[in-house]
């Protein structure tokens, strides 16, 4: 069973919308992640968050911002959506412990399409 | 900077074949390792997990042992099924407690 929920799962949009991609999370987890998976399968991350009010940008630029307002609220937003944006996005979510051994709790992802 | 560097795909394989998929790494210090896998149309799950030197994880028939002489953490499994068919990627975190990702092995197990 899922405990971080993404939505929309699928989203077809025209060029120059706005869109926000949301995502929850039930587990109190501080950390979380959102990742573009492109299609050759490999991840990218491109915002992260230690906890409310904390956002970092990640490896790979992204015209996407992030806002953490609360800890299980985590929504990414595309002002203006390109063709370029088609992607599906990941958002997971970890315990920030002083180990790292803590694994990522990933959602089903929202596979984005850019017309 | 880190580094994460799997075999590449597709692997094809007739179900109860044997399964090894490679991995090694870089990165300084001493980092925990990890392999997630990815079934068709879902997010990534943790698979297993080791944290030192020779640690072996394991989980649902597969295995890898941490092995930091040869910076590697191979994933092998005995005898695959069809409902093993997935992407799996290896990880690796570190004291930043950021992780790094190889770039995924599509596995295809047919009956």
């Known amino acids: 069973e899922a405990d971080i929920y993404q939505t929309p799962r699928y989203l077809v949009i025209g060029t120059g919308k706005k869109i926000t991609l949301e995502c929850s999370q039930t587990?109190?987890?501080?950390?979380m992640y959102w990742y573009q998976q492109d299609p050759g399968m490999e991840l990218h991350l491109i915002h992260y968050?230690?906890?409310?009010?904390?956002?970092e940008k990640g490896d790979l630029s992204s015209e996407s911002t992030v806002s953490r307002i609360r800890t299980e609220h985590f929504p990414l937003t595309l002002e203006s959506a390109r063709p370029s944006h088609t992607s599906q996005y990941l958002c997971?979510?970890?315990?920030?412990?002083?180990?790292?051994?803590?694994?990522?709790?990933f959602g089903n992802g929202t596979r984005l399409t850019v017309t | 900077g880190n580094s994460v560097t799997q075999m590449e795909g597709p692997v094809t394989l007739s179900e109860e074949a044997f399964l090894t998929i490679n991995c090694t790494y870089t990165?300084?210090?001493?980092?925990?390792l990890f392999w997630y896998v990815q079934y068709p149309g879902e997010g990534l799950q943790l698979l297993l997990k080791?944290?030192?030197?020779?640690d072996k994880g394991s989980n649902k028939g597969f295995e890898a042992t941490y092995r930091k002489e040869t910076t590697s953490f191979h994933l092998e499994k005995g005898s695959v099924q069809v409902s093993d068919s997935a992407v799996y990627f290896c990880?690796?975190?570190?004291?930043?407690?950021?992780?790094?990702f190889g770039s995924g092995t599509q596995l295809t197990v047919l009956p």
């Open positions: 587990m109190g987890h501080d950390k």
């Open positions: 990165a300084t210090g001493y980092p925990s």
């Open positions: 997971a979510s970890s315990e920030y412990s002083g180990n790292y051994n803590s694994p990522l709790h």
């Open positions: 990880a690796l975190s570190d004291s930043a407690r950021q992780l790094t």
């Open positions: 080791a944290t030192k030197a020779d």
């Open positions: 968050s230690y906890g409310v009010n904390s956002t």
